[in-house]
């Protein structure tokens, strides 16, 4: 292929398709609008983002999912959904700035991300695309 000449009709996958369903981890308790992860290390089952170097985020909890009782018997079921959201930034050198724009950010839990993998200890969010007073906008799940 080459350069473009011209203006391009680029296709996109539509909205619905960035809805997901994973089961839900033994013993697990996932918020709805929590920052969700498979866990590589526990046969990709879905938990709540963590300080961990095997998780995979695969976006924002889009319900409840309480799997705190069961075994997989019934298995319990979370509906995920990419895209970008707001959440918290963490704090002290691990603060995300401007400067970061564009750059991946790390999971500290379920609803805050930082800067940097705190010496590889922690997987990586998302993308940061925007910083305000109230938060990181980060893209989970697309990346």
Same mark, same amino acid.
């Given at each position: ?30 918020? @709805? /609008?929590?920052?969700?992860? !498979?866990?590589? =290390? #526990?046969?990709? +089952? ?7 170097? *095997? ?34 930034? @963490? /704090?002290?050198?691990?603060? !995300?700035?401007? =400067? #970061?724009?564009? +750059? ?7 609803? *805050? ?31």
């Amino acid at each position: 292929m080459t350069a473009l000449t011209n203006d391009r009709d680029t296709k996109m996958i539509i909205e619905p398709a960035l809805l997901r369903e994973f089961d839900v981890d033994d013993d697990t308790l996932i918020y @709805s /609008g929590s920052i969700v992860a !498979i866990d590589t =290390a #526990d046969s990709n +089952k879905a938990k709540p983002g963590a300080t961990s170097t *095997t998780l995979i985020v695969v976006g924002r909890a889009e319900h409840r999912a309480n799997n705190k009782t069961g075994v997989d018997d019934p298995v319990k079921k979370i509906k995920v959904k990419a895209g970008t959201f707001l959440y918290a930034n @963490s /704090g002290a050198s691990d603060e !995300i700035t401007d =400067a #970061d724009i564009g +750059k991946n950010v790390y999971l500290v839990d379920d609803q *805050t991300v930082a800067k940097t993998s705190a010496t590889n200890t922690r997987s990586v969010a998302g993308k940061v695309w925007k910083v305000e007073s109230a938060g990181v906008w980060v893209t989970l799940g697309l990346n």
